[in-house]
């Protein structure tokens, strides 16, 4: 008996629920129109992962298909999306069974957004933000690793600490390491704690901790603001810098990532 109710508790979670809508104006209005409350937490994630097909300003276009599945919460979770567009497709499916870290694949298992290679946050969630300048965007140097406060960060490359916990306001805890290849300055900004060690003048290792993921600073949510820079000050975009690498579910994951998609298909017809 009381196995059973605490069996039963621990498996309650909210339904899936579904929007579907047709693109009229932003992804964030369409979704907006179409459910009050959800519409403009999902929409980001929406754009997130459609941006990496396209550009989400220029490529969405009127009349556009969006399905999607989320679970609903103070915080609304994307689950599974279908976009069929006249530039955009897409089908996503969140699967949490690569390495317990939630991430977003098509239908044949291949991850949506980009691996990227030595990473500094090996658990990060999603990059939330890439470096951009120019019209009708964000300015932003860096690319942002999302992940819950408390995540390790590494060193991704061999390097020399050059300063920690400079313009604090902004920064909140941060490091600066300048890697032995190229003398590339690498700035990790926000961090909720520093690594003990973590000295200007030291050297690090790759691999080696330099400190975990937070909000510290000028910040909205944990994550990691990852900037490089060249010698000369100039911004690098880590994607290029370290390469990025395509990640598909290996075949005994396929297994289960299956059941996942028939299941989110199944709800969004
Ligand atoms: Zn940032």
Redesign the pocket.
């Known amino acids: 008996m009381h196995l059973s109710i605490l069996v039963l508790a621990s498996t309650l979670v909210a339904a899936p629920q579904q929007i579907k809508t047709e693109i009229r104006g932003s992804i964030e209005a369409s979704l907006v129109r179409s459910h009050r409350d959800a519409g403009q937490a999902l929409a980001a994630q929406v754009a997130r992962l459609l941006g990496w097909e396209g550009d989400v300003v220029r490529q969405v276009h009127p009349k556009d298909s969006l399905k999607l599945l989320f679970e609903p919460g103070a915080e609304p979770q994307l689950l599974a999306l279908a976009y069929r567009g006249q530039k955009i497709e897409m089908q996503a499916f969140r699967f949490s069974g690569y390495d317990d870290v939630p991430r977003f694949f098509d239908a044949q298992g291949k991850m949506i957004e980009p691996f990227l290679k030595n990473n500094p946050v090996p658990k990060y969630v999603q990059i939330t933000?890439v470096p951009q300048r120019g019209r009708g965007k964000r300015f932003?140097?860096?690319?942002?690793l999302k992940a819950p406060t408390g995540t390790p960060i590494v060193a991704p490359y061999d390097g020399k600490i050059s300063r920690v916990n400079w313009r604090k306001r902004y920064n909140g805890n941060c490091v600066d390491v300048i890697f032995h290849k190229k003398g590339t300055h690498a700035l990790f900004?926000?961090l909720d704690k520093i690594a003990p060690g973590i000295k200007a003048g030291q050297r690090i290792k790759a691999g080696a901790p330099i400190g975990t993921v937070g909000s510290t600073g000028r910040?909205g949510a944990p994550?990691l603001?990852?900037?490089l820079r060249d010698k000369r000050g100039r911004v690098l975009n880590p994607l290029d810098y370290h390469g990025t690498k395509p990640l598909t579910l290996s075949q005994d994951k396929m297994k289960a990532y299956q059941q996942v998609v028939q299941r989110y298909q199944k709800l969004l017809r």
């Open positions: 933000e932003h140097n860096g690319l942002d900004l926000h910040s994550h603001h990852y900037e």
